[in-house]
């Protein structure tokens, strides 16, 4: 982030191309550019009607102007009022139109963006927050909805204002309008150049936002947290912290808006002063003046709003460049799966050879060192291994969440960089230590193993999870809410939740993170019983902490520090008295 605002500052003026860049989310108003061309059109037609006011005013306070009658009324008058008539109904429509093709867009592009986002591999997430991502989709888009309906529109209204306004004015006096524009350049410059500085606090101001909104998120979300460790204070003075830079961050970049404002009105109305004071002078007669004023402060204002149109325009390349950042992000290849092709079928056989890993975000850090060994099909394999001996990272391998740096993950001896992403995982589930329940009901939690799960399906499953009893002592069953909105489950209770999923999925291969959070003994009884009738006919890994859960595996692996030190069933393991001895041993003790 720091260095894409410095990159930003210190660039020299890119803005054609950043332009360009913007110019890439027309893309998104392609579908509508018939309502879009209709609004233009409305706002052309306004514009130019709004053009003709200062004239069409000129010409009713001209005293001539009464013997001009239409139809016995004042014809200027009548022009007048059919000007202002014109003008709403179009800008109504326009107004309609804008608003109809910018929310369109922006709901596609919001579901765009998202659906780039959530299919980006884990190395992506590793480097960011949650909030910051967040709010990507929230305030950029918002920002980019004011500029596509209001600011752009702005643009091309005073655009024509000036345009148009200036033609006029030389055709009534050359003279006095080569007096008036003397002072536009000056400010058409210093509106470019304020502009500019402007933006680069704009775009602190935003980042520091979103750096504070990201302390609300984080401590929300993990607000037990915050009060176990009595920390409110402390999360009070972050937040007032970062909400405080922001501030002066804004307040400072304020004063520059607010010199840059005074700047504009002392030359707009200075301007005019001394355009009417010449005007005056060289014998114009008070119709016409009151027509190059009124042109002119039309002028004027429209010069002042391209400035705030710069701004709008500079912030929201800002956020198009944050939006294509994450869009020019390369995605895991992850495609719909309804079948899986024969050939891509598991048959529940992993081999990791030589498995060299570490994190992206850590290179300095090997966290697996030439890391070999087989499962063979419907296999119950047990890691064990100390606190950060890699456990987790050969699942996370495994799931293909991460490419190790050297060696290969074989499925049925296949290369996994042969099948296809989506149904190499599709074929494997996750029984989680933390599970992660969405705020939704029951039975949402449990289809999420099978979203097409019909009720008796997810019973079935519930059932043989063992939290069908439990389940079905709430009032609502299946359609209790759980989570933010609705009861909270104990530790066991969200275990089988996730074993019913695992269940539904029905995967080839099951990968089970035991909860190190001891359950109670009538809970530790009923998980462990759902978890040996889901392992029964499948290929298990299980990431053990509790050694007693082990002994009955087919083989434990034992790893420490990113590499094997031993392997073998609980007795050859025992015998070994090597590190699982140790563990073992120091585990019955306490
Ligand atoms: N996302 C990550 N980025 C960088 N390093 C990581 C990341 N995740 C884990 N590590 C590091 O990788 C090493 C192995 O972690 P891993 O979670 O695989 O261990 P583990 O054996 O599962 O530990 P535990 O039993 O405590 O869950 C640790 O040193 C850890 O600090």
Same mark, same amino acid.
């Given at each position: !982030?720091?260095?894409?605002?410095?990159?930003?500052?210190?660039?020299?003026?890119?803005?054609?191309?950043?332009?360009?860049?913007?110019?890439?989310?027309?893309?998104? #108003?392609?579908?509508?550019? @018939?309502?879009? @061309?209709?609004?233009?059109?409305?706002?052309?037609?306004?514009?130019?009607?709004?053009? @003709?006011?200062?004239?069409?005013?000129?010409?009713?306070?001209?005293?001539?102007?009464? &013997?001009? %009658?239409?139809?016995? !009324?004042?014809?200027?008058?009548?022009?007048?009022?059919?000007?202002?008539?014109?003008?709403?109904?179009?800008?109504?429509?326009?107004?309609?139109?804008? #608003?109809?093709?910018?929310?369109?867009?922006?709901? $596609?592009?919001?579901?765009?963006?998202?659906?780039?986002?959530?299919?980006?591999?884990?190395?992506?997430?590793?480097?960011?927050?949650?909030?910051?991502?967040?709010?990507?989709?929230?305030?950029?888009?918002?920002?980019?909805?004011?500029?596509?309906?209001?600011?752009?529109?702005?643009?091309?209204?005073?655009?024509?204002?000036?345009?148009?306004?200036?033609?006029?004015?030389?055709?009534?006096?050359?003279? +006095?309008?080569?007096?008036?524009?003397?002072?536009?350049?000056?400010? !058409?410059?210093?509106?470019?150049?304020?502009?500019?500085?402007?933006?680069?606090?704009?775009?602190?101001?935003?980042?520091?936002?979103?750096?504070?909104?990201? #302390?609300?998120? &984080?401590?929300?979300?993990?607000?037990?947290?915050?009060?176990?460790?009595?920390?409110?204070?402390?999360?009070?003075?972050?937040?007032?912290?970062?909400?405080?830079?922001?501030?002066?961050?804004? !307040?400072?970049?304020?004063?520059?808006?607010?010199?840059?404002?005074?700047?504009?009105?002392?030359?707009?109305?200075?301007?005019?002063?001394?355009?009417?004071?010449? /005007?005056?002078?060289?014998?114009?007669?008070?119709?016409?003046?009151?027509?190059?004023?009124?042109?002119?402060?039309?002028?004027?204002?429209?010069?002042?709003?391209?400035?705030?149109?710069?701004?709008?325009?500079?912030?929201?390349?800002?956020?198009?460049?944050?939006?294509?950042?994450?869009?020019?992000?390369?995605?895991?290849?992850?495609?719909? #799966?309804? $079948?899986?092709?024969?050939?891509?079928?598991?048959?529940?056989?992993?081999?990791?050879?030589?498995?060299?890993?570490?994190?992206?975000?850590?290179?300095?850090?090997?966290?697996?060192?030439?890391?070999?060994?087989?499962?063979?099909?419907?296999?119950?394999?047990? +890691?064990?291994?100390?606190?950060?001996?890699?456990?987790?990272?050969?699942?996370?391998?495994?799931?293909?969440?991460?490419?190790?740096?050297?060696?290969?993950? +074989?499925?049925?001896?296949?290369?996994?960089?042969?099948?296809?992403?989506?149904?190499?995982?599709?074929?494997?589930?996750?029984?989680?230590?933390?599970?992660?329940?969405?705020?939704?009901?029951?039975?949402?939690?449990?289809?999420?193993?099978?979203?097409?799960?019909?009720?008796?399906?997810?019973?079935?499953?519930?059932?043989?999870?063992? @939290?069908?009893?439990?389940?079905?002592?709430?009032?609502?069953?299946?359609?209790?809410?759980?989570?933010?909105? /609705?009861?909270?489950?104990?530790?066991?209770?969200?275990?089988?939740?996730?074993?019913?999923?695992?269940?539904?999925?029905?995967?080839?291969?099951?990968?089970?993170?035991?909860?190190?959070?001891?359950?109670?003994?009538?809970?530790?009884?009923?998980?462990?019983?759902?978890?040996?009738?889901?392992?029964?006919?499948?290929?298990?890994?299980?990431?053990?902490?509790?050694?007693? $859960?082990?002994?009955?595996?087919?083989?434990?692996?034992?790893?420490?520090?990113?590499?094997?030190?031993?392997?073998?069933?609980?007795?050859?393991?025992? /015998? +070994?008295?090597? %590190?699982?001895?140790?563990?073992?041993?120091?585990?019955?003790?306490?």
């Amino acid at each position: !982030m720091q260095n894409d605002t410095t990159a930003a500052t210190q660039q020299p003026p890119i803005k054609l191309a950043s332009l360009k860049k913007t110019f890439r989310l027309f893309r998104y #108003v392609k579908p509508y550019w @018939a309502q879009f @061309a209709l609004g233009l059109l409305f706002l052309l037609v306004s514009s130019l009607a709004g053009l @003709a006011l200062p004239k069409l005013l000129g010409n009713l306070v001209d005293p001539k102007s009464s &013997e001009q %009658l239409f139809k016995g !009324m004042n014809l200027a008058g009548v022009l007048l009022v059919a000007v202002l008539v014109g003008q709403s109904v179009f800008s109504f429509f326009r107004i309609i139109l804008f #608003v109809n093709v910018t929310e369109r867009t922006l709901a $596609t592009l919001r579901q765009t963006v998202y659906s780039h986002l959530i299919k980006l591999p884990m190395k992506f997430f590793l480097e960011r927050r949650v909030g910051e991502l967040s709010s990507r989709i929230s305030s950029d888009i918002s920002l980019l909805q004011e500029t596509f309906t209001t600011t752009l529109a702005e643009f091309i209204r005073q655009m024509i204002i000036i345009i148009g306004g200036v033609v006029i004015l030389l055709i009534t006096s050359p003279g +006095l309008t080569a007096f008036m524009l003397a002072t536009l350049p000056a400010m !058409m410059v210093a509106a470019v150049f304020f502009g500019k500085f402007i933006r680069r606090f704009s775009k602190q101001v935003q980042e520091q936002v979103a750096a504070a909104n990201t #302390v609300v998120e &984080e401590t929300l979300q993990g607000i037990l947290n915050v009060k176990a460790f009595a920390n409110e204070f402390f999360e009070i003075a972050r937040y007032r912290k970062r909400t405080n830079e922001a501030a002066r961050t804004g !307040m400072k970049g304020g004063k520059y808006r607010g010199a840059f404002s005074s700047f504009i009105i002392l030359g707009i109305f200075g301007a005019l002063v001394a355009v009417i004071w010449r /005007g005056v002078a060289m014998g114009m007669p008070t119709s016409a003046l009151l027509s190059f004023v009124l042109y002119s402060l039309f002028i004027g204002g429209s010069v002042a709003g391209l400035a705030e149109v710069y701004t709008n325009l500079q912030k929201s390349i800002g956020a198009t460049e944050h939006l294509l950042e994450i869009l020019d992000e390369p995605a895991e290849d992850i495609t719909p #799966v309804t $079948t899986i092709a024969p050939e891509n079928q598991l048959d529940g056989q992993i081999s990791f050879r030589d498995i060299s890993f570490h994190y992206p975000s850590r290179p300095d850090l090997t966290i697996m060192d030439s890391v070999s060994f087989d499962v063979y099909a419907d296999q119950k394999v047990a +890691l064990v291994g100390p606190s950060g001996a890699g456990k987790s990272t050969i699942v996370s391998l495994l799931l293909r969440l991460y490419d190790p740096v050297s060696g290969h993950i +074989l499925f049925d001896g296949k290369d996994s960089k042969s099948f296809p992403l989506s149904e190499l995982r599709s074929q494997m589930a996750v029984v989680p230590q933390d599970v992660f329940l969405f705020g939704d009901t029951i039975a949402e939690n449990i289809a999420y193993g099978k979203p097409d799960a019909t009720v008796a399906e997810m019973e079935a499953a519930a059932r043989q999870a063992n @939290a069908w009893e439990f389940i079905q002592r709430f009032p609502l069953g299946l359609d209790t809410v759980v989570g933010e909105r /609705g009861i909270q489950l104990s530790g066991g209770q969200r275990q089988r939740i996730a074993i019913a999923r695992a269940v539904l999925k029905n995967p080839r291969i099951l990968i089970l993170d035991e909860a190190t959070s001891a359950l109670d003994s009538e809970s530790e009884k009923l998980v462990q019983d759902a978890l040996d009738k889901l392992m029964e006919g499948r290929t298990s890994l299980v990431i053990a902490h509790r050694l007693a $859960t082990v002994r009955q595996a087919d083989k434990i692996i034992v790893l420490d520090k990113g590499r094997i030190v031993e392997e073998g069933t609980h007795n050859e393991l025992i /015998g +070994l008295d090597g %590190l699982y001895r140790t563990l073992s041993d120091m585990q019955f003790a306490s």
